[in-house]
């Protein structure tokens, strides 16, 4: 199961129009309709907010969202104090939205898909990672690939 984050999801339907792809958003339907492919509730309002035909295309292809349990919240709260992030205090990495996504990834051992940009150099002040430097962390340890990860590593020709 691949848990997507609200940039890979708009990367996907910026980048690869159903017009222009259909055979893609196809498979993509049937992924979420076999529950391989789901997202949670914080990011579907990211992407129904962002991309709102993107959204309506996913409520309407049955993707199933998951809801912010008090295991996924107590284990953002943990991320989030790895980081050493205090209060509301974030800065340039993830915002709290992130760690709840990345937390979900984690409680459901799901892989991520996000398109947030790798840090090829990791800053300094551990409240700057971004979304695949936090689940790169030891104590995090959560897969996270990008949108063209997940098709090349799929494997399926689209005609």
Known sequence: MQVFDASSMIYAWDNYPIRQFPGLWEWMAT??????????????????????????????????????????????????????????????GVGENDLLIIATARQHNAELVSDERKQTALPKELPNYKIPAVCGMAEVSVPCISFIEFIKRADVVFG
Do not use: T
């Open 31 to 92: 992924q979420a309709e076999e529950r391989l492919l789901v997202m949670p509730r914080v990011a579907f309002e990211e992407v129904a907010h962002k991309a709102p035909d993107c959204g309506k295309w996913l409520k309407n292809n049955d993707l199933k969202l998951i809801e912010i349990s008090n295991a996924i919240l107590q284990d953002a709260l943990r991320i989030k104090h790895l980081l050493g992030i205090v209060g509301d205090q974030y800065r340039s």
